[in-house]
T-cell receptor, first 114, second 108 residues
């Protein structure tokens, strides 16, 4: 069966510090991978998605970046965090188009920038 | 681009039926999905409609009208555990665009 891991679960970082959130998927190959951010009480904002190794599409201009160094690994980074980067970060995977339509979410990382 | 609209909050009584509507504007549409998210948790998939009509899965049903760019989620025999946020989402070719969510409160 497929599983998706995210860590850490919670993180408190000062403004201006770097960020690295990691997401890994097991039990599937060549998944589409996604990073979302959710502000408190709000919807899910798509930040990045990837359809293959090294292929990253950015949806929203920001001081975040994403990388996919391996087929089932997706990393979200920032060189200098802003207060506005606080939120609930969710990684998700799906099968390539035409195979399935469901997105499977990881447990999320709750980031507080102070 | 894509945009979705759904009510921000809905309150319903335990045992009753509630309908959560979703209208969308999209430049590329493959289907409409619904997700449930409990406070502090991750979203979980509920249903998917690619074609017009009603899809039923237990107490939950979802409807789509592509000509009206409209869909809804119907929850029957409401239970307290159904209190959560519900998101409609438009499935594009490679990505999904989520609505802002409807917070459902089920009261005794």
């Amino acid at each position: 069966s497929q599983t998706i891991h995210q860590w850490p679960a919670t993180l408190v970082q000062p403004v201006g510090s770097p960020l690295s959130l990691e997401c890994t998927v097991e039990g599937t190959s060549n998944p589409n991978l996604y990073w979302y951010r959710q502000a408190a009480g709000r919807g899910l904002q798509l930040l990045f998605y990837s359809v293959g190794i090294g292929q990253i599409s950015s949806e929203v201009p920001q001081n975040l970046s994403a990388s996919r160094p391996q087929d089932r690994q997706f990393i979200l980074s920032s060189k200098k965090l802003l207060l506005s980067d606080s939120g609930f970060y969710l990684c998700a995977w799906s099968d390539p188009p035409g195979q399935n339509y469901e997105q499977y979410f990881g447990p999320g990382t709750r980031l507080t920038v102070t | 681009g894509q945009s979705l609209e759904q009510p921000s909050e809905v309150t319903a009584v335990e045992g009753a039926i509630v309908q959560i509507n979703c209208t969308y504007q999209t430049s590329g549409f493959y289907g409409l999905s619904w997700y449930q998210q409990h406070d502090g948790g991750a979203p979980t998939f509920l249903s998917y409609n690619a074609l017009d009509g009603l899809e039923e899965t237990g107490r939950f049903s979802s409807f789509l009208s592509r000509s009206d760019s409209y869909g809804y989620l119907l929850l029957q025999e409401l239970q307290m555990k159904d209190s959560a946020s519900y998101f409609c989402a438009v499935m594009g070719y490679q990505k999904v665009t989520f609505g802002t969510g409807t917070k459902l409160q089920v009261i005794p």
